[in-house]
T-cell receptor
Framework: DAGVIQSPRHEVTEMGQEVTLRCKPI?????LFWYRQTMMRGLELLIY????????DSGMPEDRFSAKMPNASFSTLKIQPSEPRDSAVYFC?????????????FGPGTRLTVL | DAKTTQPPSMDCAEGRAANLPCNHS???????VYWYRQIHSQGPQYIIH???NNETNEMASLIITEDRKSSTLILPHATLRDTAVYYC?????????FGAGTRLTVKP
């Protein structure tokens, strides 16, 4: 398996522009997670899905952020409009539950820079 | 999820065992102890997890005290490639909250 795939790997955009980050989870996994990492705040859970349904979006910073999972093999995280403080590395992860525990596999991340 | 406490940094000599401690005194009966690591700017990597018993896999061993209030991750023969930030996470739900972790530096 290729693991979790994220695109693009790097994104540079200007303030006010729309940004869309993409994720393909590992086949067979029914949980998908979006995380953000910054030097100041560390790794933060933004939102996660189970069977394509958003379960917990309490970590989404504000209404400018939205996430969708139209099918089991694809998810997007959209920022509109983007701001310089959104600059971070965004990770996608997927997992499945087994015996009450899950092992999350992370993608390589998308490094976003908003100028 | 229970709060965890880890030392901010540790050093280890190459080839020696690295023992990384984690305190989780408020752990609940249904919460698992997970360990992940992050090498430089890569995505976090799963290492091991356990509930009550000690666990071992090809990467590491996890020792959980009998009262479950603390645990130790053991890398039996640390290599330079094990230099990373190691996160101890205690949780029952699938959502994972990361703390600051321990920055392990393996030195030649």
């Amino acid at each position: 398996d290729a693991g979790v795939i994220q695109s693009p790997r790097h994104e540079v955009t200007e303030m006010g522009q729309e940004v869309t980050l993409r994720c393909k989870p590992i086949s067979g996994h029914d949980y998908l997670f979006w995380y953000r990492q910054t030097m100041m705040r560390g790794l933060e859970l933004l939102i996660y899905f189970n069977n394509n349904v958003p379960i917990d979006d309490s970590g989404m910073p504000e209404d400018r952020f939205s996430a969708k999972m139209p099918n089991a093999s694809f998810s997007t995280l959209k920022i509109q409009p983007s701001e310089p403080r959104d600059s971070a590395v965004y990770f996608c992860a997927s997992s499945f539950l087994a015996g009450g525990a899950d092992t999350q596999y992370f993608g390589p991340g998308t490094r976003l820079t908003v100028l | 999820d229970a709060k965890t406490t880890q030392p901010p940094s540790m050093d280890c000599a190459e080839g020696r065992a690295a023992n990384l401690p984690c305190n989780h005194s408020t752990i609940s009966g249904n919460e698992y102890v997970y360990w992940y690591r992050q090498i430089h700017s890569q995505g976090p990597q799963y290492i091991i997890h356990g509930l009550k018993n000690n666990e071992t896999n090809e990467m590491a061993s996890l020792i959980i005290t009998e009262d479950r209030k603390s645990s130790t991750l053991i890398l039996p023969h640390a290599t330079l490639r094990d230099t990373a930030v190691y996160y101890c996470i205690v949780r029952a739900s699938v959502g994972m909250r990361f703390g600051a972790g321990t920055r392990l530096t393996v030195k030649p």
